[in-house]
């Protein structure tokens, strides 16, 4: 069974740091493109940032560019989103998201979702 | 930076009835169009992918149409469980989210 376990999210006055991470099992990690959405409070969803299979290619939306860094560690399924100099407007529910197989694909599994609140 | 509209934004409806969103891309997306259900506190759950493809286990009421700019999504009869929000999505430049329809009991 395909699992996204979430965990660090929590509450970060603006300008900090924050790292979300998001464990895999159940498939073959290293094989699958993965990426993190978000959702404030209330709203949609908002694709934020995406990883190749083996890290190497990261690709992010403008509102995150320069202060979000996704990454991935392939020996133990995990991948992250290193969340620097944070805003008001970064507060979401972020998920993590496999990206299904072949490509292009849209996300097949997402993890539960980790409350990120940015306030002083 | 391709832009997805749905419409409408809020449908009223009732038990049974045929439920029809649509979903407009800024620019041609061919058929990479998935289509994802949410209900509170939940993460999104796909549903339709490659515009028409129904993901493993969705029931055959959900129905996708659509290529280029112009998608639909059809819900041939409403069960009480089907009441949440729908989200299109393109994936075929990076990945980009509708703002959503809400499907509500009338």
């Known amino acids: 069974e395909v699992q996204l376990l979430q965990s660090g999210g929590g509450l970060v006055q603006p300008g900090g740091s924050l790292r979300l991470s998001c464990a895999a099992s159940g498939f073959t990690f290293s094989t699958y493109a993965m990426g993190w959405v978000r959702q404030a409070p209330g709203k949609g969803l908002e694709w934020v940032s995406g990883?190749?299979?083996?890290?190497?290619?990261?690709y992010y939306a403008d509102s995150v560019e320069g202060r979000f860094t996704i990454s991935r560690d392939n020996s133990r399924n995990i991948l992250y989103l290193q969340m620097n100099s944070l805003r008001a407007e970064d507060t979401a529910v972020y998920y993590c998201?496999?990206?299904?197989?072949?490509?292009?694909?849209?996300?097949?599994?997402w993890g539960q979702g980790t409350l990120v609140t940015v306030s002083s | 930076e391709i832009v997805m509209t749905q419409s409408p934004a809020t449908l009223s409806m009732s038990p049974g009835e045929r439920a029809t969103l649509s979903c407009r891309a800024s620019q041609s997306v061919s058929s990479n169009v998935a289509w994802y259900l949410q209900k509170p506190g939940q993460a999104p759950r796909l549903l339709i992918y490659d515009a028409s493809t129904r993901a493993t286990g969705v029931p055959a009421r959900f129905s996708g149409s659509g290529s280029g700019t112009e998608f639909t999504l059809t819900i041939s009869s409403l069960q009480s469980e089907d009441f949440a929000v729908y989200y299109c999505q393109q994936y075929h430049n990076w990945w980009a989210f509708g703002q959503g329809t809400k499907v509500e009991i009338k």
């Open positions: 990883s190749s299979s083996n890290g190497a290619n990261t």
């Open positions: 998201a496999r990206r299904g197989s072949g490509s292009p694909s849209p996300f097949d599994y």
